[in-house]
Nanobody, 123 residues
Framework: QLQLVESGGGLVQPGGSLRLSCAAS????????IGWFRQAPGKEREGVSC????????NYADSVKGRFTISRDNAKNAVYLQMNSLKPEDTAVYYC????????????????WGKGTLVTVSS
């Protein structure tokens, strides 16, 4: 069974940090572009960050630039999102997805999606 599983979400105070993980089972992530997306209550899903299959290229939404870092470890078949200086507006369900298209504007052609992990930033 092909699936992506996110973990690492939780409740954190403003200014705090979390590290999200995205693990794949049933397939290898080596040849896929991986993106992190999020959906806040009452809002549409938005792209947060994207990493190329080699890991050599990354991009970020303006709202998270300088605070979030995406990385991948193909040997562990996993992708990570380090989130620092978290703000209440970062509260959302975070999803990882695997796809085929990388551009400077984000990921595209996403074929596989995880079920998400909830991040709540609140004092």
């Amino acid at each position: 069974q092909l699936q992506l599983v996110e973990s690492g979400g939780g409740l954190v105070q403003p200014g705090g940090s979390l590290r999200l993980s995205c693990a794949a089972s049933g397939f290898t992530l080596d040849y896929y572009v991986i993106g992190w997306f999020r959906q806040a209550p009452g809002k549409e899903r938005e792209g947060v960050s994207c990493i190329s299959s080699s890991g050599g290229s990354t991009n970020y939404a303006d709202s998270v630039k300088g605070r979030f870092t995406i990385s991948r470890d193909n040997a562990k078949n996993a992708v990570y999102l380090q989130m620092n200086s978290l703000k209440p507006e970062d509260t959302a369900v975070y999803y990882c997805a695997a796809g085929s298209v990388y551009s400077q504007y984000g990921c595209g052609g996403m074929n596989y999606w995880g079920k998400g992990t909830l991040v709540t930033v609140s004092s």
